[in-house]
């Protein structure tokens, strides 16, 4: 396992600090966590001796319920849906039998085998960025399902990908006045780039950025600019490596 924490100069001056976490493939086995009732992650792992995690997908409040597709062991769970003119094109994960696959949606199979969790926008594809200012995937359009457009601008963010022989996870602080701006989602899709991954996609971010390494809180979630202090957000779902 790679672990690695860095600073990141971006091209206008700004820094943000970097967390990095390489699994090896062949030995990662990924499920997906519903939480029926939002938990912070950290505090999760710690009390269920969890060394490993992520934040998953997005979610609705009032009531709580996953946003986008998301199925367990095989099974569909009732969530809120992702609109029907976009939700094939936004991106999943898909791990069944130890096989950890990325792709949009509509090229996995309908009812799938093991797990899948639906996030995006899909960042890298076939060892290229593809992320762009297109809004190919409507999260501009349909941003009406989140508190704003999750492609605008800086933030902490969260993503996964796959390389040659490593599942790669990758945290970043944000909102944080002169210390850490956060990246944007095509710095995003760069830095998983940089790391090796032929495929990978944006998860759930801003204050629901989580990333547990050896059961400790990587990074330091900021839910609003320059709040106080860190803390987690209770989220609804993770992925647990």
């Known amino acids: 396992m790679a672990y690695s924490l860095r600073r990141d100069r971006l091209h206008d001056g700004d820094e943000t600090t970097v967390y990095v976490v390489g699994h090896p493939l062949d030995s990662v086995r990924p499920r997906v966590c519903l939480f029926r009732q939002p938990r912070r992650l950290d505090w999760y792992c710690a ?11 997005f979610y609705r409040r009032e009531p709580f319920r996953p946003l986008g597709d998301l199925w367990l062991r095989g099974e569909q769970i009732e969530g809120e849906p992702f609109p029907p003119g976009y939700r094939d094109l936004r991106p999943a994960l898909h791990v069944t039998d130890g096989d950890v696959r ?46 704003s457009d999750i ?23 944000g909102r944080r006045s002169r210390v850490d701006a956060g990246l944007t ?21 801003g204050g629901s950025t989580t990333l547990v390494h050896r059961r400790h809180l990587l990074n330091r979630p900021y839910s609003e600019q320059d709040q106080p202090a860190p803390a987690s957000r209770p989220i609804v779902t993770a992925l647990v490596l």
């Open 47 to 57: 009390k269920n001796r969890i060394d490993e995690a992520v934040v998953g997908g």
């Open 102 to 147: 990325i792709a949009p949606r509509g090229e996995l199979p309908a009812a799938p085998d093991g797990d899948l969790l639906q996030a995006g926008p899909l960042l890298v594809r076939d060892g290229s960025v593809v992320f762009d200012d297109s809004d190919r995937e409507g999260f501009s359009a349909g941003c009406e399902q989140f508190d």
């Open 151 to 173: 492609t605008d601008g800086r933030h902490p963010r969260a993503a996964i990908g796959i390389g040659d022989s490593t599942l790669w996870v990758l945290a970043c602080d």
């Open 185 to 205: 989602m095509t710095e995003l899709a760069t830095a998983m780039l940089a790391l090796g991954c032929h495929v990978a996609m944006n998860l759930d971010g």
